[in-house]
């Protein structure tokens, strides 16, 4: 196999590999578990190194893993001890455990080729050329083993517990009065991300393995709201990236793992910005809109509450309602495009259509009861979404 | 290295100082980010650092740590801006959107890192300092820098004192009364973004966040004060910074971040511990001495139980008739004597006076406790 095909391919898999338990993370609000357990898995990997002299040992996995599960563990304690706040126990944990990782590679390892910069950005460039020898045969690079064999743990594990899974991370209640354990499932995903976490060092290193697993599903879920979709659209995310990162790394002549990372970055960034109804243009435009339909309903009170031809001419409103003349003459145009005012001589007069809505609108604000707001949505376009 | 040393050597003592300036601003401005519940902005903000660094020196080709750090201030406030444009106009939660920061922009930063690295003319050796921190090779111009940071840092957190305090504590209060919340808000922010990017040099950015968390949490353990809390964090952090930075250059020059990481984290631990207020040791103490207290004025309670039924409260009773009752022993027994609310005669105890008293009124909550 050449080794492009084999670096694309373990590029492929492992943004897979993390993108599936990244989902959970993030819609379980435990995003920053995922950076936690990224960091301190190293002083598991450098004793596990100690031990098997061998970073693709599954020995060596466990190991890590275990120090992943290990630091969650520790984080939960802390915080039953109420002694910090649950974000200060993840900042407290994470550096100190890492510390100790780069203490140990610094003292004990400096001349091996698990240096404190590859950890944190991973080789992928190198992991094409270690090679699975058994006897005199090669059978592949190494990394590509140990994480498509993860990743078929995690498929496997992901279809196997689905629905409880899916039950767990929205409505924990439910989940445990149906009789499934949320600890069970919560630990399961730990362990999860823990093993894919280590698999992934090796190829991505600490902190980009976080961007793996979050960044794909934060975009993905800007874009749906359903589970299927998300997973599906978080793997795509993850594949275009690890693609269009070799290709633009090649280019550019740098770090692969840095130019998924940048990929992923710039996928986000596109989808924040354009995403229909949750991205930032939607979010902003709807805001507008939605002043603007505040500004025209407190027009139409005011003009309902006005009897006197002096109140309600068009001068007179900017005075009273203290808007500037731009504002109330957008609201005016909104108004009269609807068909809820017509105005004569400069003089406002409510339409039949406006009255009601006024009407409708008043009844709402004094009884505040949901359901008579479900007629006004249907017949106007104020309060729609 | 003998203690001396820092006293004579120039540079090991232009390092002590930076580090111990360095570790009393993150305590002073990492109060206000673990009261805030902000504790992992720092993390995100350290790590989005990283591009500015880069792109820093890859625009201006100088390595002068001025320049580079004005790139981190620039590229962290992005980070801190975009975190909180993500959280406000989208539905993602806090954590997505820092762990999306702290990795994009730190993966982007390393990208750029290693481009420069392969340029052929480019000395861009040194910058990968700025990912562990290496305290040697502080100047004097960068501990000068730290120095004016951390005056006006002060100077503005003592001007602006009961405006940080009112926001901590009661954000709308403080609005009600008419401050300017949003003013307030970006002040702190910023001084925060401001601490983290000049301790990059020194502890690098992967570690920072621990710098400003740390000293900040082990001073929370000790007062309910937040003046005090702000005194304590500035001192534990500058003896981190102190102790780290001599453990790291006896030991051949290791990375000064972790080292000052682990000091911290040493502090925390014996906080956490030993604090006489909120700490898990005397917390212990204080339910073990309740539990005692309560099973002494459990049996007392049975043995008033028995004495109410006849007319002379000194009767002696058998010890014998308690053995039905679980919560006594004879160390029990004597302590009750001990406090005088029993007499034991050989094989025979009885209430006193004091002892019936006490017993009459322990489930009476109307009654003070003298």
Redesign the interface.
Known sequence: MNSELAIILIACLTSVACAIPGVFLVLRKMALISDAISHSILPGIVIGFFITEDLASPWLILLAAFSGIITVVLVEAIQKTGLVKEDTAIGLVFPALFSIGVLLIAIYASDIHLDADAVLVGRLEYAAFDQLMIGNESYGPKSMWTISTTLLITLALLFAFYKELKLSTFDIGLSSALGFSPVLMHYGLMSIASVTTVVSFDAVGAILVVALMIAPAAAAYLLTTDLNKMILLSVLFGIVSAVGGYYFAVWLDASISGSITTVLGLIFLLVYLFAPSKGLIAVLFRQKRQRIEVSLLTFLLHLNNHDSEEERRVGHLQEHINWGKVRSQTVLDLAEKNNMINVQNQVVFLTKKGLEFTEKALDYIITNKDEKIEDMKNDFFLFRG | MELTDFFTDYTLRTITLGTAVLGAICGMLGSFA?LR????L??AIS?AALPGIALAFLFTGLKDSNVLLLGALISGLIGTVWIR??VT?????T??A???I??????????????LK?QPDANQAGL?KY??GQAATLVESDVMLMVIVTGISLAVMLLFWKEFKLLLFDKNYASTLGFNTRFIDGLISFFIVLAIVIGLQTVGV??M??ML??PA?AA??WTNSLGMMVLLAAVFGMFSGVFGTAISAT?NN??T???I??VA?VF?VIS?IFSPG?G?LFKQIRLIRNRRDLELKKTLYFMYGIVEKHEDISRPHAIRILNSFQGFTKGTLRALADKNWIEIKGQDWSLTEEGFETAQNLYNTNIPES
């Open positions: 673990v519940k902000q504790s992992l720092g993390d790590h444009g993500i106009k989208t539905h993602l939660k954590d997505t820092l762990g999306l702290l990795s994009l922009f730190f993966g982007f930063g390393e990208l750029v890192l290693s481009y392969k990968d990912l562990f992967v570690l966040s621990a968390l740390a949490a929370r353990q030991y290791l990375s971040g972790p080292v990481v682990l984290a925390v956490f909120r898990i």
